[in-house]
Every structure is written in C-alpha cells, then in structure tokens.
C-alpha cells in the first residue's frame, strides 16, 4: 500500500508559477511510475505528466509542455510538478498518482494509489 499527500496548491496570477509536492509512504516509492492528473469543474480527469522511477524518462501533455516540469526525489519519496506561465485554464484539483506499470502511462485507470489533490486556481 502506498498513501500520497499533495501540497503546494492555491492562488496565482496568469504568467506565476506553484510548486507541487507529493509526498508518499509506504512501500518503495522508488518503484513506481509516478504521475500528476487534473480535473477541472465539469471535466473529466486528465493526464498532465509522468516520470519513470528513474527519474530519466518524462511524458507530457500536449498543454503543459514546455510550461510544467515534472521531476523525482528518490531520497525523500516525493514527486514535484513545477508549474510555470500558469493559464486561467489551469485552474484544477491536481491529483498524483502512482503506478505498478513498468512504463508510463497516460490512463487514470492504469494507475493503482492516489493522493487527494490539491486546489490550484490560476486568476486572469
């Protein structure tokens, strides 16, 4: 079992940046591929980023690219999301999730533990 908690979430201006933290215990938190999701008012669940467990391996979606910046702390069990240029249409509950797969994945089902999630709001 493996229990994740966000952190970092809240209120920017459009152009600010957060830093989300999620930190896990449990079991080896080295293992698992880790990802982020966010689900906006009235909208599904969506991919954003993941990491492999080494840390060497990323995956982004179309819309954060080159904006987000997801990395890996082995040491301390903890997976950031770095969010840059935030948009009002980033405004979501950012979730981390972890997963048993071998590789990435960009599939909310594939994912086996997540975290509660965190309020980002993102004012115009």
């Known amino acids: 079992q493996v229990q994740l908690v966000e952190s970092g979430g809240g209120l920017v201006q459009a152009g600010g940046s957060l830093r989300l933290s999620c930190a896990t215990s449990?079991?080896?938190?080295?293992?698992?591929?880790m990802g982020w999701f966010r689900q906006a008012p009235g909208k599904e669940r969506e991919f954003v980023a993941a990491i492999s467990w080494t840390g060497r391996s990323f995956d982004y979606a179309n819309s954060v690219r080159g904006r987000f910046t997801i990395s890996r702390d082995n040491a301390k069990n903890t997976v950031y999301l770095q969010m840059n240029s935030l948009k009002p249409e980033d405004t979501a509950v950012y979730s981390c999730?972890?997963?048993?797969?071998?590789?990435?994945?960009?599939?909310?089902?594939?994912?086996?533990?997540w975290g509660q999630g965190t309020q980002v709001t993102v004012s115009s």
């Open positions: 999730a972890a997963t048993e797969r071998v590789v990435g994945t960009r599939a909310p089902n594939d994912y086996n533990y």
């Open positions: 449990g079991r080896t938190f080295s293992s698992y591929v």
